[in-house]
């Protein structure tokens, strides 16, 4: 088992970044895809980004591409998530997960995930 523990939300103006982060122990981590998910009030969990053991391949979903940057530290074992041009759409709660494979096959389906932080609240105002 894995433990997520993610840091970096808060309260931003729209247009304003954030950084989100990602501290992953107990497990091997740079065998490992990760990704980030976001929860708003009343709907579903959906995808936001993932990266692939290496780092070298990531996925966006179309919502955030060109604003957001997902990338890892593996002798950190840390993911972050890079938020700019933030809109008030983006409020969520952020959560990051750690799935068993190494590659992005199916890494936009909450299903395939095997761990979950805790999540970090990012709220942004208009």
């Known amino acids: 088992q894995v433990q997520l523990v993610e840091s970096g939300g808060g309260l931003v103006q729209a247009g304003g970044s954030l950084r989100l982060s990602c501290a992953a122990s107990g497990r091997t981590f740079s065998s490992n895809a990760m990704g980030w998910f976001r929860q708003a009030p009343g709907k579903e969990r959906e995808f936001v980004s993932a990266i692939t053991g290496n780092g070298f391949s990531t996925l966006y979903a179309d919502s955030v591409k060109g604003r957001f940057t997902i990338s890892r530290d593996n002798a950190k074992n840390t993911v972050y998530l890079q938020m700019n041009s933030l809109k008030p759409e983006d409020t969520a709660v952020y959560y990051c997960?750690?799935?068993?494979?190494?590659?992005?096959?199916?890494?936009?389906?909450?299903?395939?995930?095997?761990?979950w932080g805790q999540g970090t609240q990012v709220t942004v105002s208009s």
């Open positions: 997960a750690w799935r068993r494979f190494y590659f992005l096959t199916g890494a936009n389906n909450v299903t395939t995930y095997d761990s």
